[in-house]
């Protein structure tokens, strides 16, 4: 059995983070790649699309304004996807507006994180998402 714990402790959750920010891109890959998540970044909402739909990350975070599309348009390209549309999104955003928090809803974001959030913030949140996205009914799996 110890080399199925060793097996089942290597398997890392992958996700995808996209902004076109690669400072920011850079802090938040590096936060989440120390926390033992396996990241992918990318700067393009559609290199982020074509990513998401070849390696099917468990999450994803994705910037509200980016140059080529918003990330309301990514949410919903993605969640018109019938093999992607159950994949968790994270909203980033500088400022937690009252139109994004309706038009993200509206879209199928699962949660908004101000970028200005603390790492325990953004991580708590990121868990409480794929818990949700992996437990029947959305029932969370943490006691």
């Known amino acids: 059995n110890t080399d199925l714990d060793v097996w089942l402790n290597s398997i890392r959750t992958r996700i995808l983070v996209v902004d076109d920010d690669p400072i920011f891109l850079k802090v938040l890959s590096g936060m989440l790649t120390h926390e033992n998540y396996e990241v992918l970044s990318v700067t393009n909402a559609i290199e982020g699309l074509r990513i998401a739909a070849r390696l099917k990350p468990e999450a994803i975070l994705v910037d509200y304004e980016m140059p080529e599309m918003s990330g309301i348009d990514f949410t ?50 990121l868990r409480s998402c794929i818990d949700s996205a992996i437990s029947p009914a959305g029932i969370s799996t943490k006691k």
Request: net charge positive; no cysteine.
């Open 76 to 125: 919903m390209r993605l969640k018109a996807s019938p093999h992607l549309r159950r994949i968790p999104i994270l909203m980033l955003t500088g400022h937690a507006a009252r139109e994004v928090v309706v038009q993200g809803v509206k879209a199928g974001v699962s949660g908004f994180l101000v970028k200005s959030n603390t790492k325990e913030v953004i991580l708590q949140r």
